[in-house]
């Protein structure tokens, strides 16, 4: 197993591969004056290395670096996290501790559900989301691809939000949101418009 992306988010999928008993071998970084991180070698290309979990938090990094490989890519589940054996989970996510996902739920790919982030049922996450530490996703809610829902964010149920917004820390969703919305506040209200 390779994680692409020598950083913070990095260690933490090293510890979720760790306590499954999956070895790490390397990271991959495009930072030429790493050579070792997290008690690993860092290697600065990825041909012919695989399977590769890309952790970088950015959801539009992410979608750049994914792209541009051509391997096999895994996914990481922490034994903490209680994952609904009826939901469906895209190759290259990354669920991490404490995080609960139930009946229904589809998750795409390269999606990331943060720390105690609760996602509820027959909820659809689209590809590249990061749902950020201790959000609360309720029922039948619908992510567009490549949206950040910021730590501590509450969306109620049914809501729809379009891609490629973010969705500033502590907000409170209550109505449907637009592609490409920037925004926070309790209730969420939209400051502006992302190219």
């Given at each position: 197993?390779?994680?692409?992306?020598?950083?913070?988010?990095?260690?933490?999928?090293?510890?979720?591969?760790?306590?499954?008993g999956?070895?790490?071998?390397?990271?991959?970084?495009?930072?030429?004056?790493?050579?070792d991180?997290?008690?690993?070698?860092?290697?600065?290309?990825?041909?012919?290395?695989?399977?590769?979990?890309?952790?970088?938090?950015?959801?539009?990094?992410?979608?750049?670096?994914?792209e541009?490989?051509?391997?096999?890519?895994?996914?990481?589940?922490?034994?903490?996290?209680?994952?609904?054996?009826?939901?469906?989970?895209?190759?290259?996510?990354?669920?991490?501790?404490?995080?609960?996902?139930?009946?229904?739920?589809?998750?795409?790919?390269?999606?990331?559900?943060?720390?105690?982030?609760?996602?509820?049922?027959?909820?659809?996450?689209?590809?590249?989301?990061?749902v950020?530490?201790?959000?609360?996703?309720?029922?039948?809610v619908?992510?567009?691809?490549?949206?950040?829902?910021?730590?501590?964010?509450?969306?109620?149920?049914?809501?729809?939000?379009?891609?490629?917004?973010?969705?500033?820390?502590?907000?409170?969703?209550?109505?449907?949101?637009?592609?490409?919305?920037?925004?926070?506040?309790?209730?969420?209200?939209?400051?502006?418009?992302?190219?």
């Amino acid at each position: 197993m390779y994680l692409y992306g020598a950083s913070g988010h990095g260690k933490v999928v090293k510890e979720i591969l760790d306590d499954s008993g999956i070895e790490v071998k390397a990271f991959i970084d495009d930072n030429l004056s790493l050579s070792d991180f997290f008690g690993l070698p860092v290697l600065h290309q990825a041909n012919g290395l695989e399977p590769i979990i890309v952790c970088v938090g950015k959801c539009d990094v992410r979608r750049q670096i994914v792209e541009h490989l051509n391997c096999k890519f895994a996914s990481a589940i922490h034994s903490s996290a209680v994952v609904s054996p009826s939901a469906k989970i895209g190759e290259g996510t990354v669920v991490m501790q404490g995080s609960v996902i139930q009946a229904d739920v589809v998750i795409g790919k390269h999606c990331i559900v943060n720390t105690k982030a609760s996602i509820d049922h027959e909820s659809v996450i689209e590809d590249f989301v990061h749902v950020a530490p201790g959000s609360t996703i309720s029922g039948n809610v619908h992510i567009g691809a490549g949206t950040w829902i910021g730590a501590g964010t509450t969306v109620i149920q049914g809501v729809r939000i379009g891609k490629n917004c973010f969705i500033g820390a502590g907000s409170v969703i209550v109505k449907d949101v637009p592609d490409n919305s920037k925004g926070y506040g309790v209730p969420f209200r939209v400051v502006d418009t992302l190219k």
